[in-house]
């Protein structure tokens, strides 16, 4: 369609409901008018529809009750989080929240569609995906027509996430239009979720939740994360394999009753889906400082008592034992972080956030007067200083490439939680050194590594790196001062040894940041 002439003045409700929001003259061009696509926010330029509510108006709705849970989050003091069911709504009424017809689905070729999805398994890892790969593709190769609602959702929310690793522009266009799909499904393939399909209603808010992180739209991706979270207590996977009999229920609104599992890779995908769901939500529980929703408590129906989790060849190999059972798995693991064997890619990734998380809380609780504490903190000190010094290297002979693109995260991820942990004291050259050694070793892990052999990574990643980038900046600055004083406390990494180690970081984040606008903003806020 032509776009309207700039001069033009538009019918009152014609302009684009960015522009009628900002209170801006609209020039009606489509599908993006002028002014959206100077700020470039195309992806938000979208126009009322008189047969219904667009999807961005129905994500609005739906996360209106989200402004109070977001204010909660932002307030360190705030408690704990109060699981809910995000879908009451949609519980409520079968006719979904949309009184208009959907837009028209993307119509994927065979060909192209397979290109997707194998494009996206090479990357499946960075956002969150734990069902059994071939197992989903047998599923998805149903006949169009023959798949039930939540697994046509899943896979266009896979195509969605595809785009951004699958090169091809013509595709990448059609973005906008995988998400108004999804958005327009996704509340009644909830109003219609049971125990057979909300494991894959569980996927797909992983996945929209990263999407949203990624695009560094963070409300929307807060919204998606916490719906994974009270999906996964409302099926109780945090206690699945508990060795403790059943606690009274906490706080739960809803609950999903799973059938048993048929066989070990149907229950692994259950305990990675956990897991998955529990890095995501820790990580951004530090990056914004606040409480998390995994509060291992049994008043709260919070207690993590799932085993770690293994690969899924694990799964397939029968290496879960029928006699493995899990009580107060994070607690266990910080008292003794070297006496579990799993290192698993999985299993590391989550150990590493859990002491990141850990690391964060102690440091919080700062008291140099405090006996008690400082030896708790020196004790755990010493289980994270293990713990890193045990973690596979970033660069091995053969190592595939999503395992080294997890092992950076696992890495950042261990060397953030020392530089979280020693914050506090960080006041002066001699006293940082401890948190400086721990950005520079981060950064050698990408020092290491070529960034043309990783073109994407995990968006979490922006968080991780603009811990290292500011403290590799902080060390810096007072590495200058101590060499100006000629300050016989003039040990430690020299100043050009920095300087090497932040641009590589920032080198790091600015290529990432080629498909993520969540790293581009982390880049723009070290500038």
């Not at 519980?91 to 192209?112: E, F, I, L, W, Y």
């Not at 508990?242 to 229950?267: K, N, Q, V």
């Not at 530090?286 to 409480?291: E, I, K, R, S, W």
């Not at 900046?473 to 004083?485: C, L, N, Q, W, Y």
Request: proline share 5%; aromatic share 8%; hydrophobic share 45%.
């Amino acid at each position: 369609m032509a776009a309207a002439s700039s001069s033009a003045y538009l019918e009152r409700g014609q302009a684009c409901l960015r522009c009628r929001r900002r209170k801006v003259r609209c020039d009606g061009a489509r599908p993006a008018c002028g002014q959206c696509v100077r700020a470039d926010r195309k992806d938000d330029c979208e126009y009322a529809d008189p047969s219904g509510p667009t999807a961005s108006q129905m994500l609005e709705q739906r996360m209106s009750h989200l402004q109070t849970r977001i204010a909660e989050l932002e307030s360190r003091n705030s408690a704990p989080l109060q699981l809910h069911d995000p879908y009451a709504s949609f519980h409520a009424s079968r006719n979904g929240a949309s009184g208009g017809a959907a837009q028209a689905p993307v119509k994927v070729p065979t060909d192209v569609a397979q290109a997707m999805l194998q494009a996206f398994s090479q990357h499946s890892s960075e956002f969150g995906f734990f069902l059994n790969g071939a197992r989903f593709l047998q599923r998805v190769g149903l006949r169009s027509a023959a798949r039930p609602q939540h697994l046509a959702l899943l896979l266009n929310t896979i195509y969605l996430m595809a785009v951004d690793v699958y090169s091809d522009p013509g595709w990448k266009a059609q973005q906008p239009v995988f998400l108004n799909n999804v958005l327009q499904d996704l509340p009644n393939a909830m109003s219609l979720a049971d125990a057979s399909s909300i494991m894959d209603i569980l996927q797909t808010e992983i996945l929209l939740a990263y999407y949203f992180l990624n695009a560094n739209r963070q409300l929307e991706g807060a919204y998606h994360l916490n719906a994974a979270v009270s999906i996964v207590m409302a099926c109780k996977l945090n206690v699945l394999r508990s060795a403790r009999p059943p606690a009274a229920a906490g706080p739960i609104a809803f609950e999903y009753r799973l059938p048993a599992p048929a066989d070990d890779i149907e229950e692994g995908e259950r305990i990675n889906a956990f897991w998955n769901v529990f890095v995501l939500e820790r990580i951004w529980a530090v990056t914004l400082g606040t409480a998390s929703a995994f509060t291992d408590d049994d008043s709260m129906g919070t207690q993590v008592d799932i085993p770690w989790p293994l690969d899924m060849s694990g799964y397939q190999n029968r290496r879960l034992s029928p006699d493995l059972r899990g009580t107060r798995t994070v607690q266990a693991f910080l008292r003794n972080p070297t006496a579990d064997s799993n290192n698993g890619m999985l299993a590391l990734l989550a150990k590493s956030t859990a002491l990141l998380y850990h690391a964060a809380q102690v440091a919080r609780r700062w008291n140099p007067d405090d006996r008690t504490y400082q030896s708790d903190f020196q004790r755990f000190n010493r289980h994270l200083e293990r713990f890193t010094q045990g973690l596979p290297p970033v660069v091995r002979a053969g190592a595939r490439a999503d395992v080294v693109r997890s092992l950076l995260v696992i890495h950042a991820l261990a060397q953030c939680a020392t530089i979280q942990l020693h914050m506090p004291t960080s006041r002066d050259w001699a006293s940082s050194v401890r948190v400086v050694t721990a950005a520079l070793a981060a950064a050698r892990s990408i020092q290491g590594t070529s960034l043309d052999a990783v073109p994407f990574i995990n968006p979490a990643m922006g968080a991780l790196l603009t811990i290292v980038a500011q403290s590799l900046g902080r060390g810096i600055t007072m590495r200058r001062a101590v060499a100006a004083s000629r300050s016989a406390a003039n040990s430690g990494p020299d100043e050009g040894t920095l300087n090497a180690a932040l641009s590589a970081v920032v080198a790091a984040i600015r290529r990432w940041g080629n498909g993520s606008p969540y790293l581009r903003h982390q880049l723009a806020q070290l500038r």
